[in-house]
């Protein structure tokens, strides 16, 4: 562990300091945002009001359309002369979402970073192979300043060129690499093209995060780096990556969210309800530390549960994997769809491979959607077989019939270093 103290500190003890920092940032909010201000007031709500973790339900949710309203700096709790960095948000689906960070929130930053890379199984003294862009995206920055703080040695290869960060695992023989999943798999499948042994290659440990991700793609990038991948989950208006990160010992039981900074909530995604441990819903943060850019419950669209795990190395809560985004659910012929609940059907059949994406039309007033896969070997001769039988597995599992295509390995888009788009929604 990095912090050994903090990262088993008693729950008992971990909600006083929670409950301490909450009244703190709740305060700051109140005295230095007007939007926080504005919010309360019309609420009804003081500050005073927020005593502990419990009293959040009295706040109203902060949305990504409010970040965008108040573009670029509206929602900074410090003058910009102590701002010490700036990101943003891609501004794919209108206004970037600007955020700040102090000399301290970028401590903090590095700090959950160099936890999440020591509870993915990275040590003092290894190279990190960071694969993530740099910019004003927040994921190579983020995960070089943890990495300092943790005593590794960064090459800060940045995302695409693949060809190029091949020759670089195989020259610098770094032992951890992070990047997207998809990119992984990109990796993966193009050491098996050039014929490279990824026996010969020193990296161990794949921390794999910014979008969601299955069991599947972890087998296909474990098979195919010879790593063990785990997951790291973040988002920038809450800081980053290293909001949480799963451990590399207990894979597939959740990740640690280092809830001393980020308090988490779930929440119906129709009421806005808070929901108990255990029950899916949409995932809700409150900041506890930040300074520049403090949230009070801020709406992350993520589908997901959150639990204490009593046999686990750790008294931090955890999350589960992310579902998908509440954004982007599908509603097809009044079913509620993520493309992962495909991505499992897919995984299921041994013979296609988790390389797929999803096309939805319209077909006279009905939505309907059409999965395209690749199969493993390319046997052409059987993909009326494999076609029949991933329609019946889809229906079995998901309870909507949809169109399939096979393709040759290789015809569906890979990723490039960023984030991988899954739907292509053609209904305008």
Not at 82 to 96: D, F, M, N, Q, W
Not at 195 to 210: E, R, T
Not at 222 to 251: C, H, K, M
Request: aromatic residues 8%.
């Amino acid at each position: 562990m990095h912090n050994p103290k903090i990262e088993t500190l008693p729950v008992e003890e971990l909600r006083k300091l929670q409950n301490q920092r909450l009244r703190q940032t709740v305060q700051r909010c109140y005295e230095q945002v007007p939007f926080y201000k504005s919010l309360f007031d019309e609420k009804g709500v003081s500050p005073g009001d927020i005593k502990t973790v419990e009293d959040l339900h009295l706040l109203p949710f902060t949305k990504k359309d409010d970040l965008r309203k108040n573009y670029p700096y509206g929602m900074f709790a410090v003058p910009m002369e102590e701002v010490r960095r700036i990101h943003a948000s891609s501004g794919t689906t209108g206004k970037p979402t600007v955020v700040g960070y102090t000399q301290n929130d970028l401590d903090v930053f590095d700090e959950v970073v160099a936890r999440s890379l020591a509870c993915a199984g990275a040590r003092p003294g290894m190279k990190l192979h960071n694969a993530y862009g740099y910019g004003l995206f927040t994921g190579g920055l983020g995960m070089h300043g943890g990495a300092t703080r943790l005593g590794m040695a960064v090459i800060p290869v940045s995302g695409g060129m693949t060809e190029r960060q091949i020759t670089i695992l195989q020259d610098f023989q770094p032992e951890v690499i992070c990047c997207t999943p998809s990119y992984a798999q990109t990796l993966a499948e193009t050491l098996v093209k050039k014929g490279i042994d990824p026996a010969d290659l020193a990296v161990k440990y794949a921390v794999l995060g910014a979008e969601p991700w299955t069991e599947a793609i972890r087998k296909q990038v474990e098979d195919g780096l010879q790593v063990t991948a785990s997951n790291i989950y973040g988002l920038s208006e809450i800081i980053g990556p290293g909001v949480s990160q799963e451990d590399f010992e207990e894979r597939g039981t959740g990740s640690y969210i280092w809830e001393d900074h980020f308090y988490p909530e779930v929440v119906d995604k129709d009421t806005g309800q808070p929901l108990p441990h255990g029950q899916e819903g949409v995932l809700v943060f409150t900041s506890l530390t930040k300074e520049a850019f403090p949230v009070l419950r801020y709406w992350t669209n993520d589908i997901c549960s959150i639990y204490y795990d009593r046999d686990a190395k750790r008294t931090h809560i955890k999350m589960s994997s992310i579902k998908g985004r509440s954004d982007d659910m599908l509603i097809i012929r009044g079913v509620n769809l993520f493309h992962t609940q495909v991505e499992e059907a897919i995984h299921a059949l041994e013979y296609l491979s988790p390389h797929y994406r999803l096309i939805v039309d319209k077909k006279g007033s009905k939505d309907h959607v059409t999965v395209e896969v690749e199969d493993v070997k390319g046997d052409t001769g059987s993909y009326d077989q494999f076609t029949s039988s991933l329609q019946h597995q889809i229906k079995n599992t998901i309870g909507l019939s949809m169109d399939v295509i096979v393709k040759t390995p290789g015809s569906i888009p890979r990723s490039e270093g960023g984030k991988l788009k899954r739907i292509v929604d053609n209904r305008g």
